[in-house]
């Protein structure tokens, strides 16, 4: 009886933890935010924002370092004033997490003001997301993308697509409600698989041609409507380099802002040695190619800025490690080393 006693508190306490950890609480109260319109605008007052113009955050230089200021609400306001805009431009702010503190963050787009003036003002620069997220830390990546992918859909879903009359945001941006129809819209992200395939000795990388020169990564593809990833990856195998995968694994998975906002499923797949002849769909990319275990240690180690020849062509170079095509070639290449 004592021993099941212990058992048992022990269930308790460690249920108790759990129920008041700080990751919880957290998450609680982020959800409270985005079901009490009140208590968001209240805590629009003590938050902190991210600034972007135009879907590009704003970043300041430091040295050699690129930093993502946290401004307050009252810096926030205080630029506003000396812009002569209403108070009404805080409303447009998108809830996007916040401190194990509680201190909520916040992003707001300032598109419509003049950017220069902002930039002179705060003595940074408003950069493309796609340059920004390999520049600044890591921790500050995840927040920059979210916050521009929920930015974008609130853009782009300002009308309801049933009845055609304006949808209203709530203060959190987690929702928009057509009050002609009743109809309540979520913001949505778009399921991408994004496979590294492997013969069991050599990876298969390919570049499109909107690629930086030089840069190839794992093959990807939007999920088709009724697919599991199982099936999207088989499928955009077959469909891009004409290969058969006969297994496959899970990795790990990213959220990605681009095109709109998309959640990134990583796979490793493997195809037969003797099978492992590319035919490659020219209309998607514009090269693909095996990969051995040497290219790919001397691609990791390679910089885009160091890879073009004097002849003018470059020397294959991949992902920055913010990106999860990153991982999966270094997963690939421990696995080669083990």
């Keep these: ?27 609680r109260y982020l ?30 230089k430091v040295g050699k370092k690129y930093l993502v200021p946290q401004l307050s609400a009252a810096e926030v306001r205080q630029i506003l004033e000396r812009l002569q805009e209403a108070e009404q431009w805080m409303e447009k702010s998108v809830l996007i997490g916040c401190s194990d503190e509680h201190r909520p ?12 003036v902002i930039e002179s003002e705060l003595q940074g620069s408003f950069t493309d997301l796609r340059k920004a997220l390999f520049v600044v ?17 609130h853009d782009s879903h300002q009308y ?85 995968v006969e297994s496959l694994r899970y990795s790990a998975s990213q959220h990605w802002p681009f095109p709109s906002s998309s959640l990134m499923i990583a796979c490793h797949a493997l195809v037969a040695a003797q099978r492992a002849e590319i035919s490659m769909d020219t209309l998607e990319l514009e090269e693909a190619r095996w990969f051995g275990l040497e290219e790919i240690v001397e691609g990791l180690k390679r910089e885009p800025s160091s890879s073009k020849r004097d002849d003018g062509s470059f020397l294959p170079w991949f992902p920055p490690k913010q990106a999860i095509a990153h991982q999966l070639i270094r997963e690939w290449l421990q696995q080669q080393t083990a």
């Design 160 to 244: 309801c697509s049933k009845t055609g009359q304006p949808t209203e945001k709530n203060p959190a941006g987690s929702k928009r409600v057509c009050h002609a129809s009743g109809v309540t819209y979520y913001p949505q992200v778009s399921p991408v698989v994004i496979t590294l395939v492997s013969d069991g000795s050599r990876c298969l990388l390919a570049r499109q041609p909107s690629f930086p020169p030089g840069m190839f990564t794992a093959l990807s593809g939007f999920c088709d409507m009724g697919e599991n990833v199982e099936e999207a990856v088989r499928r955009e195998v077959a469909e891009e380099v004409g290969l058969e």
């Design 105 to 116: 963050r916040f992003a707001l787009d300032l598109g419509a003001l003049d950017k220069s």
């Design 137 to 153: 830390d890591g921790k500050d990546s995840p927040l920059l993308a979210a916050a521009q992918s929920l930015l974008r859909w």
């Design 1 to 27: 009886m004592g021993a099941a006693y212990q058992t048992l508190h022990r269930r308790v306490s460690s249920l108790v933890c759990r129920l008041h950890s700080t990751y919880v609480r957290k998450m």
């Design 31 to 60: 959800n409270q935010l985005k079901e009490n319109d009140s208590l968001c605008r209240q805590a629009q007052t003590s938050g902190t924002f991210y600034l972007f113009h135009n879907l590009s955050p704003f970043l300041q």
